[in-house]
Structures are given as structure tokens and as C-alpha cells.
T-cell receptor, first 112, second 113 residues
């Protein structure tokens, strides 16, 4: 089944404790992206990747890192999480830029 | 800066009604527009994607239209069902194919049996 998977689905952590949210797709998509969704602000793009080793900032990249060492994986790294990063995070993938995106189920992160 | 607005924020209708969800955007120089559905606890499901050169797209009971010059799109749902209850999101891709996807805040639809 074609899908985008994220792990973990739920995470509660404390300020400053490094964490990684994994994202994997099995559709051989070149394009992958991370979004965060906050009440009243909607979905905003954090980072995206056009292909292996090619990443770029979205609208709200501060406090986040990403890597794209393999085509199928695009982990989101929070080196020192803060409470304002409490949010619902979505990973998405697409065949390329500008075409239909497929989203993962989301990761709800709480930073205390 | 591109802004995407969806009205209404919430809508409740009885089963069987036809309904229209609205999306407006401030910069008409878009590459394409995509409608998504979001269910609680689940990710976004792509419903329809309309390229800037197209006027409408249809899938089953769904029809999305695009009027780029006026900065508007509508999602028409025919013969609504309780299973259509979800939040519907509109997103535009700015400028060329490499533009970011800008989302509206969504319309929460409730279809009552």
C-alpha cells in the first residue's frame, strides 16, 4: 500500500531534550516536506527536500533541522525543543515539485 | 504575500444537501490549487488538484472550480453524507512549480443524519 508513515504518532517531551520524528514513504517520491499545524495559524511549511541531499527552508524553519540521506526517509530533528514547538506535525511527499502531495497521519508533539 | 481565506469556518447541514465551500486567495499568480480533507487523528487526504490553466476538476460527488482572475475557488459537494464530515482545506501553490504550498485555515463540515 502506497503510504507516508510517521513515528512516533504522539510524543511528550521536556524542553531541551533532542528528539527526532521519522518520516518514510514507499512511493519513490523525489519531493518530501514537513509542515506544522497550529490552531488559528493553519498549516505552515518547515522544510522541504527536492531529492537526496537537497533540502531547503520553508516558512518556519527556525529550531528545526532535516536530512535526506535516502530517498525514502526525511527525518525532522529538534535539537533543543521549546514549548512553542508544541504542535501537530505532518510529513508529505510527492513525485515532484508542484504536483499532488500525499500526507502522513501526523505526529502530535508536546514540549513541557 | 499570498493569503488564503476559507469561509465559513464551520458549516452544519442535513444529510442529502448540496453544499459549497469557498476559498479565496490574494495573489492570482498561482501555479495550482489543491483541496484536501482532514479527519481527526488522521493526515490530509488530497481530493482535487486544479492547475492554473484549468477551470474545474471533478471526482465523484466533488467538483472544484477555479477563477484565478478573481482569486476564488469553490468545492461543491453533491448529496452530502455523514461520512463527508471533516475539515476541508484549500491550498495554493504560488508562482512557478517551485513555490510553497500556502494553506487556508479550513472549513469544518458536519453533515447530520
Amino acid at each position: 500500500e502506497a503510504q507516508v508513515t510517521q513515528n512516533p504518532r504522539y510524543l511528550i517531551t521536556v524542553t531541551g531534550k533532542k528528539l527526532t520524528v521519522t518520516c518514510s514513504q514507499n512511493m519513490n517520491h523525489e519531493y518530501m516536506s514537513w509542515y506544522r499545524q497550529d490552531p488559528g495559524l493553519g498549516l505552515r511549511q518547515i522544510y522541504y527536500s527536492m531529492n537526496v541531499e537537497v533540502t531547503d527552508k520553508g516558512d518556519v524553519p527556525e529550531g528545526y533541522k532535516v536530512s535526506r540521506k535516502e530517498k525514502r526517509n526525511f527525518p525532522l530533528i529538534l535539537e533543543s525543543p521549546s514549548p512553542n514547538q508544541t504542535s501537530l506535525y505532518f510529513c508529505a511527499s510527492a513525485l515532484g515539485f508542484g504536483v499532488e502531495q500525499y500526507f502522513g497521519p501526523g505526529t502530535r508533539l508536546t514540549v513541557t | 504575500k499570498q493569503e488564503v481565506t476559507q469561509i465559513p469556518a464551520a458549516l452544519s447541514v442535513p444529510e442529502g444537501e448540496n453544499l459549497v465551500l469557498n476559498c479565496s486567495f490574494t495573489d492570482s499568480a498561482i501555479y495550482n490549487l489543491q483541496w484536501f480533507r482532514q479527519d481527526p487523528g488522521k493526515g490530509l487526504t488530497s481530493l482535487l488538484l486544479i492547475q492554473s490553466s484549468q477551470r474545474e476538476q471533478t471526482s465523484g460527488r466533488l467538483n472544484a472550480s477555479l477563477d484565478k482572475s478573481s482569486g476564488r475557488s469553490t468545492l461543491y459537494i453533491a448529496a452530502s453524507q455523514p461520512g463527508d464530515s471533516a475539515t476541508y482545506l484549500c491550498a495554493v501553490r504560488n508562482g512557478g512549480s517551485q513555490g510553497n504550498l500556502i494553506f487556508g485555515k479550513g472549513t469544518k463540515l458536519s453533515v447530520k443524519p
